[in-house]
């Protein structure tokens, strides 16, 4: 009970301010996704191409 109730919070924070247009909210796409290199073990040619940029 107490998550759903937190993530509805939150939530509605987010929604209030795109609606004030206080925050822009777009797609990102998944191989831009840099939470992944943290989470997941990459294939060689991405975790390459990562460490060269």
Do not use: C, G
């Amino acid at each position: 009970m107490k998550d759903t109730v937190l993530y509805s919070l939150a939530h509605n924070l987010v929604l209030e301010k795109v609606i004030r247009k206080e925050l822009n909210v777009s797609h990102v796409s998944a191989q831009d996704q840099w939470a992944d290199v943290l989470t997941k073990p990459l294939p060689l040619p991405d975790s390459f191409i990562l460490e060269t940029n």
